[in-house]
């Protein structure tokens, strides 16, 4: 029952030291080449050497990874639940129109939060919140930014894209921005399964990489890239064939329906071409490296949009125009960061 680890030798040396080292319990976790995952507690014995304990956790961490994904669910789903109702004035609630996207966007995410705080505090035992104990940590806090300040500056990114796309659109009409709005939160559906993948192959290619497996490390990314594509090639087609449907349940001005079915033709089948960019910048963090990725994402979803805005579009100025931007932006970002990943993949 042994991990795989990148030396073994290092590893094996490491083991043997603790029998002379060790002087109050231990416990760490062995990830096995099988996918299953054991808890090890190690504790010196009165008689000499060690006693150890072994747990197998892997359906605990299944479970975890299932809760985690559901609570995801949950936060989109209550996200996009109110908005129906308080644009619309559902339920003899007042009809708030464009304000209740935005009040319902704040509501969903308020209440997601609250149950995923009461949620994991309730059901998930491994997580135990007390104050009394809490004390800030400066290397634990920059670890956290090492990693969460790239997602934070994609996250505000595409915020400041969404702002510059309506002032760009409220120059045309108000039902352009109005469409722009709708189809924000259509795309979501699309795009939540593939996020839900993309979080999913960073930890599996961190534990190829720490073994050392390139094999693996690149079967990890082929079939995450497989079925991130193929779900936003499905996801993409129903939302081509019932997209008059979609738009009716956040619109019924027919003007604004049919401007968002023109979008949607243009976006339907872009969407696959975004997993090769999501699904690089994901295998690239579980490598380990994050700024890189990040300045890559920078300058092709931010950047290069900017060009395109000042060039292509105030030549042509459509709103199809407009909207092709995000096309060849993936398309740019995505080479890119596959040239980067190869690079980094080889060095491994």
């Known amino acids: ?73 949950q936060q989109e789903i209550l996200d996009n639940l109110f908005d129906p109702v308080l644009i619309f004035g559902l339920f003899g609630l007042p009809k708030m129109g464009i304000s209740g996207a935005a009040a319902a966007t704040v509501i969903g995410q308020m209440i997601a939060g609250i149950l995923a705080v009461v949620l994991n505090h309730t059901k998930n ?43 760009i659109l409220i120059a045309f009409s108000s039902t352009a921005t109005a469409v722009f709005g709708v189809y924000f939160k259509l795309q979501s559906f699309v795009f939540m399964p593939a996020f839900g993948l993309n979080n999913g192959v960073i930890p599996v290619m961190a534990y190829n990489y720490g073994a050392r497996n390139k094999k693996r490390v690149l079967k990890s990314y082929f079939i995450s890239l ?29 003007a604004v329906i049919d401007a968002g079915m023109q979008r949607i033709k243009i976006m339907a089948f872009s969407y696959c071409v975004s997993a090769f960019m999501d699904c690089t910048i994901a295998a690239s963090r579980g490598l380990g490296k994050t700024v890189i990725p990040t ?54």
Request: glycine content about 6%; proline content about 5%; charged content about 20%.
């Open 226 to 254: 497989f079925y991130s594509f193929t779900t936003g090639l499905i996801l993409g087609l129903l939302l081509f064939i019932f997209g008059h449907q979609f738009m009716s349940l956040f619109a019924t001005d027919a």
């Open 125 to 167: 035992k491994e997580v135990q919140i007390d104050l009394h104990h809490f004390r800030p940590d400066k290397n634990i806090i920059g670890q956290i930014y090492v990693i969460g300040v790239p997602s934070i500056v994609m996250q505000a990114i595409g915020s400041v894209m969404n702002y510059g796309m309506n002032r």
């Open 1 to 73: 029952m042994l991990p795989e680890v990148p030396d073994f030798r290092l590893y094996k040396n490491d083991e043997q030291k603790d029998f002379s080292v060790i002087i109050e319990p231990k416990e760490d976790m062995l990830h096995l080449p099988d996918g299953r995952t054991f808890r090890r507690v190690r504790a010196p014995h009165p008689m000499g050497g060690l006693v150890f304990a072994f747990e197998d956790v892997s359906d605990r961490l299944a479970t975890r990874r299932a809760y985690n994904s559901l609570l995801s669910v």
């Open 295 to 348: 300045i890559i994402i920078i300058l092709g979803s931010c950047v290069f949009r900017i060009v395109w805005i000042y060039t292509i579009f105030a030549w042509i100025h459509t709103i199809p125009a407009l909207f092709l931007l995000y096309l060849f932006s993936w398309i740019i970002t995505s080479i890119a960061e596959i040239i980067y990943f190869i690079i980094i993949y080889r060095k491994l």
